[in-house]
């Protein structure tokens, strides 16, 4: 043990406590990376979601127009809506 305790030199002791140091702040930068790069992912999901929640609504009026349109060729039978193919 007493051998142990003198191979310890306060030189060692710095070389090690820098060596911990420099592995925390890697570690730090790594984690401050990736928690930028999770907040980019997340405002781009968050305009892809926006963009989706647009598409959506823009099929379900398109839906909607074509129903009226439908309910308007079952009750004018024979009549051409503006808009059809002659």
């Given amino acids: 043990m007493e ?32 928690r930028t790069e999770t907040h980019e992912d997340i405002a ?4 892809d979601n926006k963009e989706l929640r647009r598409d959506i609504a823009e099929l379900a009026t398109r839906e909607a127009k074509l129903a009226t349109r439908e309910e308007l060729r079952r009750e004018l039978p024979g009549r051409v809506l503006r ?3 002659k």
């Fill in 83 to 85: 808009g059809d193919r």
């Fill in 44 to 47: 781009a999901l968050r305009d």
């Fill in 3 to 34: 051998a142990m305790r003198e191979s310890w030199t306060d030189d060692r002791m710095d070389d090690l406590a820098g060596r911990v140091e420099a592995g925390f702040r890697q570690v730090h930068e790594d984690i401050v990376g990736l």
